[in-house]
């Protein structure tokens, strides 16, 4: 019996409804699911450490805590020399209030005396700016929110993913036909691999940014130096965007520590060198060479992913698009859209080989626009 072929304006507007509808899931159930993507990733992160415990025959449960404890003790560390320089950094904010006032007022004399603007406009065109930024604060305290909610539910999470991995697997590999098993072990074994490779190099890197970052404040003389220097490292993350965004903190210290202008641009120029040894030297060398996902559909999920999950979409949407990229390269007919999604960009495309076998006389304007293509 023939299966019935169905037009392809039908099949674009089912997959294109299936996308809408999947989406739409995503995002109504954001605070559900993100919890359980971080400690999907975490859990496939972890299970190196359980595997070799279990070779020692530690029971699973108990193997399980130990993995669990050392990753609190790591993850509380972080936390405790983090917060002791937040509040240290507290201890200075009456004085970094005065000195911003004073810039502040510095900059609306200079606006006055340059352009024209009055100080009551500029204070209106503030005012404004402020009224508009009040969604993104909330959003951005909402995020906050949820990462507190995140940091609670994770162990809860990473501890049953981990015990019922065994179960999840068989589920995989049971929910498929027979004759896919060995395409589904191949998929879960890279998935796997990636994931492991991309946090593994991702944290390596964050480390020697965060090195590097402190180091050049320090000599730059920049108060809490280190503070600025880790948050960063963990902000350059997120792949070209955190960069831009990590350079703001230390310039605004600079500028409310100083009377000149020359450690600010001291520490723009500094930033720059350190994020083009990363982007260039340290990227291609530890992370890049884990997860093959191209510049541009990096910034693009990037950006995608904040739209979608806030903050913690940011932060997960490179790990699952490397995963959907897996996917992608052993499936047929969804190889072109791995393709797509990865760094390898080919000599000559398609069309301009086609192009060749055309005996068709060109015209002048297309004679023109030829060498553009």
């Not at 169905?6 to 993100?34: H, M, N, Q, W």
């Not at 179960?167 to 004759?179: D, Q, R, S, T, Y």
């Amino acid at each position: 019996m023939e299966s019935k072929q169905y037009p392809y304006f039908i099949k674009a507007t089912i997959s294109l409804f299936g996308i809408i509808l999947f989406i739409f899931c995503l995002f109504t159930l954001r605070d559900e699911l993100v919890p359980l993507a971080f400690a999907g990733i975490f859990a496939i992160l972890l299970n190196p450490l359980l595997v070799r415990l279990q070779r020692y025959k530690i029971p699973r449960v108990l193997a399980i805590l130990i993995t669990l404890l050392i990753a609190l003790i790591l993850f509380g560390g972080i936390m405790y020399f983090l917060s002791s320089q937040i509040a240290r950094f507290g201890e200075a904010i009456p004085e970094l209030k005065k000195r911003l006032t004073s810039l502040i007022t510095d900059g609306e004399r200079w606006l006055r005396d340059s352009f024209g603007i009055a100080t009551d406009k500029q204070a209106e065109m503030v005012n404004q700016a402020i009224e508009k930024s009040k969604g993104m604060v909330g959003d951005t305290v909402s995020s906050v929110l949820g990462t507190v909610g995140v940091t609670l539910l994770l162990p809860i999470y990473i501890f049953l993913l981990l015990f019922y991995k065994p179960l999840i697997l068989n589920f995989l590999f049971e929910v498929f036909a027979e004759e896919n098993s060995k395409q589904v072990a191949d998929i879960l074994n890279q998935t796997k691999s990636s994931v492991q490779s991309y946090m593994v190099g991702l944290l390596l890197e964050a480390l020697i940014v965060a090195v590097l970052n402190s180091a050049a404040l320090l000599i730059l003389g920049v108060k809490y130096a280190i503070l600025f220097g880790v948050i960063g490292a963990l902000l350059n993350m997120l792949p070209y965007i955190g960069g831009l965004i990590a350079i703001i903190l230390p310039v605004l210290m600079s500028l409310a520590t100083n009377n000149d202008y020359t450690t600010p641009l001291l520490v723009i120029a500094a930033y720059a060198i350190i994020q083009f040894i990363d982007n260039n030297f340290l990227v291609p060398r530890i992370v890049s060479s884990k997860v093959k996902i191209n510049s541009l559909i990096s910034i693009v999920v990037v950006l995608l992913g904040n739209a979608l999950w806030g903050i913690s979409g940011m932060f997960l949407s490179i790990p699952f698009v490397a995963i959907l990229k897996i996917i992608f390269d052993r499936i047929e007919h969804l190889r072109p859209w791995g393709k797509l999604l990865g760094d390898e960009v080919p000599t000559h495309h398609k069309g301009e080989i086609w192009n060749r076998f055309r005996k068709k006389r060109p015209s002048v304007a297309e004679k023109i626009t030829q060498n553009t293509a």
